[in-house]
């Protein structure tokens, strides 16, 4: 049996030890041949030097330049330079995966031939105060949508996981992931697969601790560019991937016409900020849920701003220019967050 596990790494010096180490501590059937290929954006911190001390304790253990420096090359050198496989486990390097994790994805995989796709419980190491705040609001449904597979409490069917373990013939069936998309490239590849009516699954007895980095800022252009890379994959498969994708655009064009109201008289504007008024109400309701200090409640809502604006005027801004004028992704939306 033939695993191959790409791990797309840039500056990640105090992280991908553990990760490799967690890889190789994995239980796995007596017969797998392992490739774990590192594909690294051209490290500059040490990550490329530690890579190769560490390559010597490792069989299989393998180090791919992406001279490109972003996700979707990454994925995909490493899917094409660890070769032929049965199947290809997908790792970020700040995930240090269970010991059952690759062995219970196989089983699921070879046991349930419509599965193409498993993934994991994220379990969080937070870095500093903002991260954790930043994960608790992404651990909800509120924050997140009903369905992520982030707010899960069982196994079961959804429509895409974190690090992804899939069969390597779903590579034969659906192409690789899209190199065009900076941002989204795993969603648009799982939505090829539940587009040709197979599975993808959530199992909760497996996890990955996933060392949360996060700042205000960097939150704000991430969900930005989600909204914004969202609209560009809608458009390349011309119709709308996910139904939840639409509530904050939805919200945030609501709040902007909102004062058109007042044009009307003082009691249509009342019956208008209802769900202005049910959105406060659910804010404040899952800040004070998940927070352990009055000074995290307005974090919390500070980060849940963040997430759901900033995803409504990524989307809209994606709407403008690839639906409306017809323009290509800008280069501007091109860098990634950190």
Known sequence: MRLTVVIPCRNEVGYIKECINAIYACDLPIDTNLNVMIVDGMSNDGTRELIKEIMANFEGLHLVNNQKQLTPFAFNLGIYTGGEADFVQIVGARHILSPNYLLNAIKHLNENP?????????????????????????QTSFGMGMGNFRTLSKSGFTDTVTSPMYRYDVFNQVGFFDEELIRNQDDEFNFRITNQGKLIYYDHDISLKYYVRGSFTGLWRQFFQYGYWKVYVNKKHRTVTTSRQLIP???VLYLLTLPITLLFGWIITLIACVPLVLYTTLLVYFSVKSASSLLEVFKLMK?????????????????IEFVMLGKKPSDKQKRLSR
């Open 114 to 138: 419509n599965t193409w796709c498993v993934g994991g419980r994220i379990i969080n190491e937070y870095l500093d105060d903002t991260s954790e705040v930043i994960a608790k609001a992404m």
């Open 249 to 251: 655009p939805l919200f």
């Open 303 to 319: 980060a849940y701003l963040f997430v759901h604006f900033s995803y409504g005027l990524g989307y809209i801004k994606g709407m």
